[in-house]
């Protein structure tokens, strides 16, 4: 659902890209309060996993196909606040390095992609979760049902934006039906590649899914075979930061997987942001990205001809340069945290 330059008109994407820098700025200081030191180091990491994932199109209705947005997924697994940051990394990377979404279109995309995806998708899942057992099961469901929903509410606030600055004269009935038809058929994509893969880390240690936190099971750990309950945080410490280093490159390794090799495999269909707007004359007014000409735009390693290798070469790179830039930025605001803005993890139980 990457917008490009020339959907939205001038004023309306400046708008947009205040509202988005407000929410950015909003979101550095509530991630502080998100952020410890077990969760800190997999931010980085997860927005690095989006990135991936998100190259992995997959077909939701004849020629038409559908990727991860992945606010949800963030969300559920390090905050709403660092949710939005993840995003807006991710965006900020395609654009910059891919030409994919537009630069102007960059506050659109942020608001759409990041913001609302997120605030929906986290707000369901808390409510689900409110009147859901406290049981993994739970938070894996809840995921399911609000990762669904996320997307149509963004292909929603889309053609709100749209309806107010489109820079072309289409019913907006129709749009809107449009939009959300196909991104509800999206949304059961985004909603079982989000299940899966909290239930994954759920399953494993679920005291570093910020989602999760709160269950009353004690912490099992597997000794000589047997899972046997967890001593004191102190004690279990040296094996938790084990744990960590272990799921870190667990998910790196899986994300270059995904970036460098599965998505030669993605659906060449276009998305359902451009079917539609091929469909409904959205696209007439397009504009040339302003980094076309960036050695790795579509997704590609310039001047080489294979387009395997160009393709995988190109996604790797994308990940190493987010996991970069999201480490960078998760650390720093990390850093920043004061002794009045306490970790939110401080007094939480460890999980099973």
């Given at each position: 659902m990457h917008v490009p330059d020339g959907f939205i008109n001038a004023p309306v994407s400046a708008a947009a890209g205040v509202v988005a820098a407000g929410a950015v700025a909003v979101s550095l200081r509530g991630a502080r309060r998100e952020l410890d030191?077990?969760?800190?180091?997999?931010?980085?990491?997860?927005?690095?996993?989006?990135?991936?994932?998100?190259?992995?199109?997959?077909?939701?209705?004849?020629?038409?196909?559908?990727?991860?947005?992945?606010?949800?997924?963030?969300?559920?697994?390090?905050?709403?606040?660092?949710?939005?940051?993840?995003?807006?990394?991710?965006?900020?990377?395609q654009g910059i390095l891919f030409a994919d979404g537009g630069l102007t279109a960059l506050g659109v995309n942020v608001l759409d992609m990041g913001v609302v995806t997120t605030v929906v998708a986290y707000a369901l899942f808390r409510g689900l979760l409110g009147v859901l057992p406290r049981t993994r099961r739970s938070v894996t469901a809840a995921s399911f049902v609000a990762a669904l929903v996320s997307v149509p509410a963004a292909?929603?606030?889309?053609?709100?934006?749209?309806?107010?600055?489109?820079?072309?004269?289409?019913?907006?009935?129709?749009?809107?039906?449009?939009?959300?038809?196909?991104?509800?058929?999206?949304?059961?994509?985004?909603?079982?590649?989000?299940?899966?893969?909290?239930?994954?880390?759920?399953?494993?240690?679920?005291?570093?899914?910020?989602?999760?936190?709160?269950?009353?099971?004690?912490?099992?750990?597997?000794?000589?075979?047997?899972?046997?309950?967890?001593?004191?945080?102190?004690?279990?410490?040296?094996?938790?930061a084990r744990s960590i280093r272990g799921i870190w490159a667990v998910g790196l390794a899986a994300a270059l997987v995904l970036a460098g090799f599965v998505s030669f495999y993605a659906s060449a269909s276009p998305d359902g942001l451009e079917k539609v707007a091929a469909d409904q004359g959205i696209d007439k007014k397009t504009e040339e990205h302003a980094a076309k000409d960036s050695p790795l735009a579509d997704y590609g390693v310039k001047d080489v001809s294979n387009a395997r290798i160009s393709g995988g070469l190109a996604g790797v790179i994308g990940v190493g340069a987010t996991v970069l830039v999201g480490s960078g930025v998760f650390y720093v605001v990390r850093r920043r945290r004061t002794p009045k803005t306490p970790a939110a993890t401080s007094g939480i139980r460890e999980n099973a």
């Open positions: 030191e077990r969760t800190a180091p997999l931010a980085g990491l997860v927005a690095a996993f989006i990135f991936a994932v998100q190259m992995l199109n997959f077909p939701v209705a004849a020629g038409t196909s559908g990727h991860l947005l992945g606010g949800a997924l963030a969300a559920i697994l390090v905050g709403p606040y660092t949710g939005v940051l993840c995003i807006s990394v991710v965006l900020l990377m292909a929603g606030a889309f053609t709100f934006i749209y309806w107010i600055g489109g820079t072309t004269d289409i019913p907006i009935g129709e749009v809107f039906t449009a939009m959300v038809g196909v991104h509800v058929l999206i949304g059961i994509g985004e909603a079982v590649i989000t299940a899966l893969t909290v239930g994954a880390v759920v399953a494993v240690r679920p005291d570093l899914v910020h989602g999760a936190r709160g269950l009353t099971a004690p912490l099992k750990l597997r000794v000589d075979g047997e899972l046997v309950d967890a001593p004191a945080r102190q004690s279990v410490a040296p094996v938790a």
